[in-house]
């Protein structure tokens, strides 16, 4: 093979190897192209929280099927949810500690703050399964508590995690409203 043959041979497949490099970017630019349009028409398709159907009003849907027309209105709504949210919840007034010299008789302060609507009795009990009852109190009107009580179990000393549970009752005082449990530490010196 002589000299210009093989200069022809390799002019050839540089070109060819240009071609191919050309071929190749076009196919990732146009396939980079479709992925990104088919992104954003899927974004697009996942807005059906906005109604289009009146360009110059933006509306707001949520899954409750309610709708917000406008701001003050969506503040409305989320007013509502805040106050529907307080209907089961209550506040809590308690210190996390109570101590005893023997184990029965024990200094505390747990009370139903003024801030609920409803009273409330509360439990204490020694194990997780709330089998092992310490206490049952009678009903505590808001902003009233105690300041001690008589455990049905005599403890041994030592510090003990128990369960202190916190029940509003309706009015009916046989309808529970809410309950919270939180942890209690009752400590019995020796």
Sequence with gaps: MSQSEKEQKGSSVQKIII???????????????????????????????????????????????????????LQRQVDEMYEKAKEGTMALQFKNTAYSSDGVHFDCHIGNSDKNDTDMYLNIYKDDALTEQILLTGLIPPGSGIESFESEIKLDPGTYETYLVFTQVKDDHATIKAQVTVILTLVVSE
């Design 19 to 73: 071609i191919l490099m050309i071929v190749i970017i076009v196919a990732l630019i146009a396939f980079t192209s479709v992925l990104l349009l088919k992104k954003d028409s899927d974004t697009q398709g996942d807005l059906s929280a906005v109604d289009s159907s009146n360009a110059a009003v933006p509306t707001l849907t949520y899954e409750s099927g309610a709708v917000a027309l406008s701001e003050d209105d």
